[in-house]
């Protein structure tokens, strides 16, 4: 199965403040079809998950564009320009190249 | 509006079943695969399985196979997962979640399951 792991576990930001979270995949996440399938997901305490960005960079409908994605192949990053009081809560990046699809562990964000 | 909503928390005993429901609206089901994801108390999400509910295609994380069984009904635009021979580490929060315009674009508002005596 893929592994990615996620750093750091935990994330302390003022509001304000840029932060960028990796996540590392034990093999490549680039599909043969080309696209590379790799999601970010934001959960806020008692929520279910919310998709962020999609395939490495593509944001999701509604989700403000202070978040931010990139990468290639085995590393991604998520970068949010600008902490905000309701980006508060746990990130996931996740890959759904390779079946079992998997999640990383986690980032916890918090308010310094 | 595309919504996904699942049925209600479950108490159910060691080595008993238990199935649990998610009705799509605003979206048909034939046009998606319909995830299921776990998270045990406190921990992170785990992946249990997919269903095409257009042919009824599935494919399950090894750990599940024998644990998990996804179903679909189309007509009533609903998926279903029943839980099998249950322990109590099948405690958990399960979410369903389809594909849209991006993959696990829509989630449920998850169901908690217990199992306890």
């Known amino acids: 199965d893929v592994v990615l792991t996620q750093t750091p576990p935990t994330l302390s930001a003022t509001i304000g403040q840029s932060v960028s979270i990796s996540c590392r995949s034990s093999q490549s996440l680039l599909d043969s079809d080309g696209d590379t399938y790799l999601n970010w997901l934001l959960q806020r305490p008692g929520q279910s998950p919310q998709l962020l960005i999609y395939?490495?960079?593509n944001l999701e409908s509604g989700v403000p564009n202070r978040f931010s994605g990139s990468g290639s192949e085995t590393d991604f990053t998520l970068k949010i320009s600008g902490v905000e009081a309701e980006d508060l809560g746990v990130y996931y990046c996740?890959?759904?190249?390779?079946?079992?699809?998997?999640f990383g562990a986690g980032t916890k964000l918090e308010l310094k | 509006e595309v919504q996904l909503q699942q049925s209600g928390a479950e108490l159910g005993k060691p080595g008993t079943s238990v199935k649990l429901s998610c009705k799509v609206s605003?979206?048909?089901?034939?046009?998606?695969?319909m995830h299921w994801v776990n998270q045990r108390p406190g921990k992170g999400l785990e992946w249990i399985g997919r269903?095409?509910?257009?042919?009824?295609?599935?494919i399950y994380a090894e750990k599940f196979k024998s644990k998990a069984t996804l179903t679909a009904d189309t007509s009533s635009n609903t998926a279903y997962m029943q839980l099998s021979q249950l322990k109590s580490d099948d405690t958990a929060i399960y979410f369903c979640?389809?594909?849209?315009?991006?993959?696990?674009?829509?989630w449920g508002q998850g169901v908690m399951v217990t199992v306890s005596s």
């Open positions: 996740m890959q759904a190249t390779h079946a079992p699809y998997t």
């Open positions: 605003g979206y048909n089901i034939r046009s998606t695969y």
């Open positions: 395939s490495v960079s």
């Open positions: 269903i095409d509910p257009a042919n009824g295609n599935t």
């Open positions: 979640a389809i594909d849209t315009m991006g993959l696990f674009d829509y």
